[in-house]
Every structure is written in C-alpha cells, then in structure tokens.
C-alpha cells in the first residue's frame, strides 16, 4: 500500500505546483498566499508519503484529498482533477491493501518472517 499511495502523493505533489502558477495568474488572489498555500500542500503531499503506514495516515491523505477538491473553488480546473486523485488515492489504498495481503499470506506459505 505504501508504494501505491507514495506514487499518488508524489503526482498531487507536481499537480499542486502546477495549480499554484495557474492560480498566480488570477488578479483576486495574492502570489504570496498562492505560494504559501501550495507550500504547505505540497509539504504535506511529501510528509505523508513517510507516515502511511502509520495509524491515520490514511485518513490524512483523505483529508488531503477533500483539500484538494475544495481547491477547485480557486482554480476551477482542481474540481476535476481533484476527483480524479481522490479516485487515485482510493484506488492506492484499496489495491495496495489487497497487495499487502497477498504478500503476508506468501510470505506464511514459505515459511518467512511478514514481508508486509
């Protein structure tokens, strides 16, 4: 799951910062709270690449998610995008969940240590 959901984060790293310079070029919203806003996004998108595997880690990346949707009032094109990572991020932790699994019960049938 870990990969999975990293790889996500790690493209909505790159999306946000492409958002940013879209939303720069809007006269009602200040380059310096553009910057910020997509700073502290971008860091998150990192931070929680680290701490996914830890209790809520998921749920923060849902939080993320739902941020990134709600972006779409500023940059309208973030409405769409955003859905499409929130399908993503589902996708990341429902099919890494199940890979997870699939490793934990091979690794017991060769007799090794979780590899989970």
């Known amino acids: 799951m870990r990969?999975?959901?990293a790889s996500t984060l790690i493209s909505e790293f790159l999306v946000i910062g492409f958002a940013g310079l879209v939303a720069m070029k809007d006269?009602?919203?200040a380059?310096?709270?553009v910057w910020t806003v997509c700073g502290i996004a971008m860091f998150l998108?990192?931070?929680l690449c680290g701490?996914?595997?830890r209790p809520g880690g998921v749920?923060?990346?849902w939080a993320l998610q739902i941020a990134l949707i709600a972006s779409g009032f500023f940059v309208p094109t973030m409405f769409v995008l955003g859905a499409l990572f929130a399908v993503l991020?589902?996708?990341s932790v429902h099919y890494g969940r199940k890979i997870d699994e699939a490793k934990a019960r091979a690794a017991a049938r060769a007799g090794q240590p979780d590899a989970a």
């Open 89 to 91: 991020w589902w996708a």
């Open 59 to 61: 749920v923060l990346g």
């Open 27 to 29: 006269p009602d919203l």
């Open 45 to 47: 998108c990192v931070a």
């Open 3 to 5: 990969t999975l959901c």
């Open 31 to 33: 380059v310096g709270t």
């Open 51 to 53: 701490v996914i595997a």
